[in-house]
């Protein structure tokens, strides 16, 4: 990742992202990649949000990370995707942006690479 982003990133990493958002930055904030597992059986999705609050089901995200039953999704973004307000991340169930079902604790882990500016 150093190569495509040398300035200095910070990490959000946590085994317990569910359906109350986590505000990582509360100020604008530029997201490089992520590392994301699911050891689920089932499908999970993790959603960013443009938010320097906590995120619920009546936001709408940014991204949509889909999290194959059993798997390991990495990215690493050319550039980044701005988050004007914020960064605001939550992991649920369902893809629709109104699901209100959590991941179970320690289904999903997960590292969100990002800079504030």
């Known amino acids: 990742m150093a190569q495509n982003h040398p300035e200095e990133l910070s990490v959000a990493r946590?085994?317990?992202?569910n359906a109350t958002g986590t505000t990582t930055a509360t100020s604008q904030a530029f997201v490089?990649?992520?590392?994301?597992?699911?050891?689920?059986?089932?499908?999970?999705?993790?959603?960013l949000y443009n938010k320097?609050?906590?995120a619920t089901e009546a936001d709408t995200?940014?991204?949509?990370?889909?999290?194959?039953?059993s798997?390991?999704?990495n990215y690493s973004i050319p550039g980044?995707?701005?988050?004007?307000?914020?960064?605001?991340?939550?992991c649920v169930t369902g893809v629709a942006d109104n699901d209100t079902t959590g991941a179970g604790a320690g289904e999903?882990?997960?590292h969100v690479f990002y800079k504030v500016r």
């Open 14 to 17: 946590s085994t317990a992202f």
């Open 32 to 47: 490089a990649g992520w590392q994301v597992t699911n050891t689920n059986a089932a499908a999970r999705y993790l959603k």
């Open 52 to 54: 320097a609050t906590a």
């Open 61 to 69: 995200p940014v991204v949509t990370i889909h999290l194959p039953a």
């Open 71 to 73: 798997s390991t999704v």
């Open 80 to 90: 980044s995707i701005r988050f004007s307000a914020g960064l605001s991340i939550r």
């Open 108 to 110: 999903v882990y997960a």
